[in-house]
Structures are given as structure tokens and as C-alpha cells.
């Protein structure tokens, strides 16, 4: 029981979100005087082939919606892991539920509309 305790007690201050006393809590970044910024954004590339290769999809409908947040699963892998989105079964439960709850199908389409345009740039 005492290791336990000696482990509580010597982890709690990392464990409650609390960084070590030693850690640098703001970054230091140098920069010479005088010098100018020269960091170029890089080019915009395609990040798909053919005609019309950059359109955005004409997402109109939830199923539209579904479709590309499906296409693009990889892409959002990592806010999906983090909690911060659903997977795409999920979602599709959940608008499936939402219209059973008798919300109108012209609401769900504008809000299928705006939550493509929030996941838009991930999936380019």
C-alpha cells in the first residue's frame, strides 16, 4: 500500500495537468533583428486529378454530406480520435435520429450544408 501511495504522490502533479516545476511554459523563439520574414506559404497544389479537380462537391443533401465525410475519414482520423467528431456511422445516426425526431428535412439539409463547409478544408 505504501508504493501505491509513493506512486499517487510523486505523479499527482503531472497527472492533475500540472506541468513539472523545471518545465518551460513559454516558448522562446529568436529572431535576429533586422532580418525580415521570409517564410513563403507553399504553393496550392491539387491535391486531386482530372477536370474540375479543386470544385468543391456539390454537397446539397445529408447524403451528400455523409458521402464526403465518409471520403474523408482518413483525413478527420485524428479529431476523431481526439473526441472532437463522430465517425461516420455515428453521424449518420445521429441525422438519422434527428429527422425521426420530426426535425424538418429542409433544417438538416443547411445543417449538413454547414458542417461540410466546418470539415471542408481537411478533406481537399
Not at 499527482?12 to 521570409?38: H, L, R
Not at 486529378?49 to 465518409?70: F, H, I, K
Amino acid at each position: 500500500m505504501r508504493t501505491l501511495w509513493a506512486l499517487v504522490a510523486l505523479s499527482g502533479g503531472c497527472a492533475a495537468g500540472n506541468p513539472p516545476p523545471n518545465a518551460q511554459t513559454e516558448p522562446v523563439v529568436s529572431i535576429p533583428s533586422g532580418s525580415a520574414n521570409t517564410v513563403e506559404p507553399p504553393a496550392p497544389g491539387p491535391e486531386r486529378e482530372g477536370p474540375g479537380a479543386n470544385a468543391s462537391p456539390a454537397v446539397e443533401t445529408c447524403e451528400d454530406y455523409l458521402r464526403e465525410y465518409e471520403r474523408c475519414e482518413p483525413k478527420l482520423a485524428p479529431s476523431i480520435a481526439a473526441g472532437e467528431r463522430r465517425r461516420p456511422a455515428a453521424e449518420r445516426a445521429w441525422l438519422d435520429y434527428l429527422e425521426r425526431e420530426g426535425t424538418p428535412r429542409k433544417e438538416l439539409d443547411e445543417s449538413c450544408r454547414g458542417a461540410y463547409r466546418s470539415i471542408e478544408a481537411l478533406c481537399r
